[in-house]
């Protein structure tokens, strides 16, 4: 059975920082490429970040860019994303998910299998 866990989610003032955590489980981490996805109210889904299973690529979305870091830790099953700078506009629910089998750098939610159960995120003005 797979499973990702996330852990990390909060209130944060503008400026700040957050860490997000989500252990995969049931499956080779190593095998899997890891998103962070976000919802914000009233909006769709939106790709944040990808690590790649192949080691060192990545992709973020311009929203993003310069101000979060996705990282893996295939040792321990977990991807993080580390959120410096936040904005006001970063408020969502953070979902990370595991893409399908061989999927280099998958950008759309039709390309992950797996999905964690969401992180909520707060950023105050």
């Known amino acids: 059975q797979v499973q990702l866990v996330e852990s990390g989610g909060g209130l944060v003032q503008a400026g700040g920082s957050l860490r997000l955590s989500c252990v995969l489980s049931?499956?080779?981490?190593?095998?899997?490429?890891m998103g962070w996805f976000r919802q914000a109210p009233g909006k769709e889904r939106e790709l944040a970040t990808v690590?790649?299973?192949?080691?060192?690529?990545?992709y973020y979305a311009d929203s993003v860019k310069g101000r979060f870091t996705i990282s893996r830790d295939n040792a321990e099953n977990t991807v993080h994303l580390q959120m410096n700078s936040l904005k006001p506009e970063d408020t969502a629910v953070y979902y990370c998910?595991?893409?399908?089998?061989?999927?280099?750098?998958?950008?759309?939610?039709?390309?992950?299998?797996?999905w964690g159960q969401g992180t909520r995120v707060t950023v105050s003005s």
């Open positions: 049931g499956r080779a981490f190593r095998l899997y490429s």
């Open positions: 690590a790649s299973w192949k080691g060192g690529v990545t």
């Open positions: 998910a595991s893409g399908r089998i061989q999927s280099q750098l998958p950008v759309s939610p039709r390309d992950y299998d797996y």
